[in-house]
Structure formats: structure tokens, C-alpha cells
């Protein structure tokens, strides 16, 4: 765990730092730096899946391209996962970094996403660590992608895990 915690940080940071090296005010436009806001649906995994049958996130990240191929940013949003077996329904609040590759335009996309999680309406469990790697496609608007999202924890249900298809819009800056 504490490898993860590191390995987390030091994305974080060296995200951070790169795009602070190769990202200037003047390079802050519409080809470059938007807004993606988008829908999540998902299947919860592991001993998820023992308190909820489905989940549904909404995901909203502003991201920058650090180069031609990569893109880095911070990522959030809210994935409410529906109860079942005398479980309440319950969510989730990521807040992390996000690092994206696109091999050419339009195309493959992979990336992840790497912070921690909030989780709300569930006993004995405050959160964790996430990571949420994605493979899928692009264009100049849209992104479809699948993806498998972990949130780590040793306390009440243990591990969050959920895997889905996301679609998501690019809001561009004019």
C-alpha cells in the first residue's frame, strides 16, 4: 500500500512539474487546454458487487496537452452506486490527476487516473486511494472509452471496483 501511495504521489507531482515546464499562458486555447464533462455507467466488482448492483457516475475533468500525444489534468466527479442485500445506496467522489496518450487523431486513447476517493453513505469507510486505467477511442469532441475503477481500502466493505463504458464531450475554451 504504501508503494501505491508513493507511485500515486509521484505521478501527481511529476505531472505537475511537466506540465508546469511545457504548459504557458499563451498556449491555454481551444486545441489545447478544455473541459470534459460525461456519463459513467458501470458494473460494481469484488465485494462491491455484495452491496450494489449497479452504479452511475458523472465525470467531469479539465485537462491540457503537456504535447501533441500527451495529455495531463485533474479529474472529479460522483459515481452513485445503487444498494442491494440491506445495503443503502451509496457514493463515491474522486479527486485526482489524470494523464492521457492519444497515438494520433482521431484514434486510440489510454490513460488513468490516480487520487483519492471520498466515499459517502457507507459505513465505516471514508475512502482511499484510486486508480481508474481507461483504454478507448477519440476525436476532436468526443471520447468513449471502457474502464476499470479501484478505490483501495481496508476498512467496512473494503475495495471499491466497478467497470464500465464512460462517454464524455470536450468543452472547449474560446
Keep these: 500500500m504504501k508503494g501505491l501511495l508513493f507511485t500515486a504521489a509521484a505521478l501527481c507531482f511529476g505531472a505537475g512539474a ?17 473541459l470534459k464533462a460525461g456519463i459513467s455507467p458501470s458494473i460494481p466488482v469484488g465485494n462491491t458487487a ?8 458523472a465525470d467531469l475533468s479539465g485537462q491540457m496537452m503537456a504535447s501533441p500525444n500527451w495529455g495531463l489534468g485533474v479529474a472529479t466527479g460522483y459515481t452513485h452506486y ?26 486510440l486513447l489510454a490513460g488513468t487516473d490516480v487520487g483519492y476517493t471520498f466515499s459517502t453513505n457507507l459505513p465505516d469507510h ?8 481507461q483504454l478507448g477511442w477519440q476525436n476532436y469532441d468526443w471520447n468513449v472509452y471502457a474502464f476499470y475503477n479501484h478505490v483501495f481500502s481496508n476498512r467496512g466493505l473494503g475495495d471499491l471496483q466497478n467497470a464500465g463504458v464512460a462517454v464524455t464531450y470536450n468543452l472547449r475554451f474560446n
Excluded at 455484495?50 to 457516475?57: Q, R
Aim: net charge positive; proline share 7%.
Design 18 to 34: 511537466m506540465a508546469q515546464e511545457t504548459a504557458h499562458k499563451d498556449n491555454v486555447n481551444s486545441r489545447t487546454s478544455w
Design 50 to 57: 455484495k452491496a450494489s448492483s449497479f452504479a452511475l457516475g
Design 82 to 107: 445503487f444498494g442491494k442485500n440491506g445495503y443503502s445506496d451509496f457514493g463515491a467522489i474522486p479527486l485526482g490527476a489524470l494523464i492521457r496518450y492519444y497515438p494520433k487523431q482521431p484514434g
Design 126 to 133: 471514508n475512502g482511499g486511494v484510486y486508480v481508474k486505467p
